[in-house]
């Protein structure tokens, strides 16, 4: 009874974490609000995810019209949880997902994470079962290109979460595609030539994210 008494009230912080984050962004609460209006359809591909799938033109990117970005700045996963709802209505063909780490910034565990992706998942499973999904690995940062406090000393939450996440995806009978060899350096930090803030992608970082998942867009 306590553990279940526990991962409720777990659950109801994050929603009411995610619920305060929209209504103290403007930001937020205009793209969520935006989404809510714009249809999705049976043919469509649909990036959701937070600030690094907002600032991708992956429809210009990869030339297929279907492609509609629902990436929103600061979103955590049970974000993704609050606004999956407009989505597994459209039906989507496919659904590619990268999300977790503004849930680090805010001390939540891998595990914790982990978990809130699996729920998120058999949401769409259940709501849109011929939808194909693709959950995407966690993005390194870098601190020394610029520090994120609420990051520091946190890079290894990124790769324990990585773990767990591939165990979802297995899991659960989905694609994973694990991106980040590909965004880090030897000391497993994002690469410097790749951003201008340590978190965020320059162009060229878009290109090798686009590179990566043009097998699976066609």
């Known amino acids: 009874m306590r553990r279940i008494a526990l991962?409720?009230?777990?659950?109801?912080l994050m929603c009411l974490t995610a619920a305060a984050q929209a209504n103290q962004d403007p930001y937020y609460a205009r793209r969520a609000t935006l989404f809510d209006e714009l249809?999705?359809?049976?043919?469509?591909?649909?990036?959701l995810g937070n600030s690094l799938t907002d600032g991708c033109e992956f429809n210009e990117l990869l030339g297929n019209r279907h492609i509609k970005n629902r990436g929103i700045v600061g979103d955590i996963v049970q974000g993704l949880i609050d606004r999956i709802g407009p989505i597994i209505q459209g039906q989507p063909r496919k659904l590619f997902i990268m999300s977790g780490v503004n849930d680090i910034s805010h001390d939540v565990s891998a595990d914790s994470i982990a978990r809130a992706m699996e729920r998120l998942i058999v949401m769409v499973k259940q709501g849109s079962p011929r939808t194909k999904i693709y959950l995407q690995s966690?993005?390194?940062?870098?601190?020394?290109v610029r520090e994120w406090k609420l990051l520091k000393g946190r890079d290894h939450v990124v790769v324990e979460a990585n773990v767990l996440l591939e165990q979802v995806a297995r899991r659960q009978g989905v694609t994973w595609i694990d991106?980040?060899?590909?965004?880090?350096d030897e000391q497993g930090r994002l690469r410097a030539d790749l951003t201008n803030d340590g978190l965020h992608?320059?162009?060229k970082g878009y290109l090798i994210w686009r590179d990566a998942i043009r097998p699976y867009i066609k």
């Open 201 to 203: 992608l320059m162009g």
């Open 7 to 12: 991962l409720w009230a777990m659950m109801v």
């Open 39 to 47: 249809s999705i359809g049976k043919k469509d591909i649909v990036m």
């Open 138 to 144: 966690l993005l390194p940062f870098n601190n020394d």
């Open 179 to 184: 991106l980040y060899p590909l965004f880090a």
